[in-house]
């Protein structure tokens, strides 16, 4: 695959760079991406990536690589662009995330090019997919304007791609946690954390909210919970954040293990790497979850995997792939929305007047995973001492 990529995308510069250099029938994008090129917003091999997915769908450009490699001057050219160190690393830098991300497998089936949009969107949307760091590298004049440092390609990113989603609210960041630098890890890791905690957040939300509505309309398992919860009448009457604080201990423990085990699998380095992904902090794709793989071999015992286990978005092309993801990310942000306004309301009924009557009051500590029935576990009196500090109405 590396091999292949280096010739395609070799063949791809060099024909660019004559048509740009010549300005003889230069398409605005071939001139877009060598200025970005110029300026070191993208490497040659990315160049050499756009240029290629424009010329797959125009066959006039493709008829000009073809001819390009019938004179001895072009195949020189394309010799010695891969012969080049520097130009095979970029390569192979490339290809490595593009079989980590899966678009490769789809780059370049026919269907890939039949659907016609805007080019600009349609590259942008590829190098998001492929790297979310290198997709950043955006507009060096757009980045200054908008915050004042060329070095904050990441946020303007960002900020293209929230004010590209419908809806009344677009790029929206009050306490400025985008143009932050965590752990010193750098603006593009900050907002790669960031992006994933939201798409995580907002996954959860959507269980949580249909959750919520099912257990306050009644609708229960139609089979027993555990040998000792053979029906749901100690549940009966209480509210949705009632039920945790009345499931057994055990359970709760239990929970709280599996949901640790994921967040700790997820994260893990061996686990992404033998599903060939890469971090989301170091240019992986936000909202990924690595199969549950022992370096690289699946292992027929083990559970499906938790991000599609049906395979329902295999056939999908990157683009379709990436459209789904952003109604993900717009669907778990009303989710939060939605969660957080049920659990407002039923702990301070009046707080959300559309709700009110409609939901069951709940008197507990909402963020708390314990209550003062815990108090034997390690660290749970601390931990109440210490938010009812920060909460004082919680001591009334």
Request: with cysteine.
């Amino acid at each position: 695959m590396h091999s292949v990529l280096c010739v395609l995308v070799s063949l791809a510069v060099i024909s660019s760079a004559r048509r740009v250099q010549t300005q003889v029938g230069a398409r605005d994008w071939e001139s877009d991406s060598a200025v970005r090129n110029l300026k070191g917003e993208i490497t040659d091999a990315e160049l050499g990536l756009l240029n290629l997915k424009n010329a797959m769908r125009d066959p006039s450009l493709l008829k000009e690589m073809a001819e390009g490699l019938r004179h001895p001057e072009g195949r020189a050219e394309l010799v010695k662009m891969m012969a080049d160190p520097k130009f095979q690393e970029q390569s192979k830098r490339l290809a490595d995330n593009m079989r980590a991300n899966g678009v490769f497998a789809a780059f370049l089936e026919p269907e890939f090019y039949a659907r016609k949009e805007d080019a600009s969107k349609s590259l942008q949307t590829l190098m998001l997919a492929l790297n979310p760091v290198s997709a950043t590298r955006g507009n060096t004049a757009q980045t200054q304007s908008r915050t004042g440092s060329a070095d904050m390609s990441a946020l303007d990113e960002l900020i293209e791609l929230a004010e590209s989603t419908p809806g009344p609210v677009q790029y929206w960041d009050p306490l400025k946690l985008s143009e932050q630098d965590f752990w010193g890890a750098g603006n593009d890791a900050t907002i790669g954390f960031l992006r994933h905690a939201e798409i995580k957040h907002g996954r959860v939300a959507m269980a949580g909210f249909v959750g919520y509505c099912l257990h306050e309309n009644g609708i229960r398992w139609p089979f027993p919970l555990s040998t000792s919860l053979p029906d749901y009448s100690s549940f009966e009457g209480l509210s949705a954040p009632d039920v945790w604080d009345a499931t057994p201990l055990a359970a709760r423990l239990q929970i709280i293990l599996v949901i640790g085990f994921f967040e700790f699998w997820s994260e893990w380095s061996t686990a992404l790497e033998a599903d060939g992904m890469v971090h989301h902090m170091s240019g992986g794709k936000p909202g990924q979850f690595p199969a549950f793989n022992t370096f690289g071999v699946t292992n027929p015992f083990l559970p499906l995997p938790l991000f599609d286990p049906f395979g329902f978005t295999t056939d999908l092309s990157e683009e379709e792939k990436a459209t789904k993801l952003l109604r993900e990310v717009q669907n778990g942000r009303l989710a939060m929305i939605g969660l957080f306004s049920l659990i407002s309301e039923a702990r301070v009924p009046g707080a959300v007047p559309a709700l009110a009557g409609l939901i069951k009051p709940y008197d507990g500590e909402v963020m708390g995973p314990f209550s003062a029935a815990d108090a034997g576990l390690p660290g749970v009196s601390a931990m109440l001492e210490g938010v009812t500090g920060i909460f004082p109405w919680l001591s009334k």
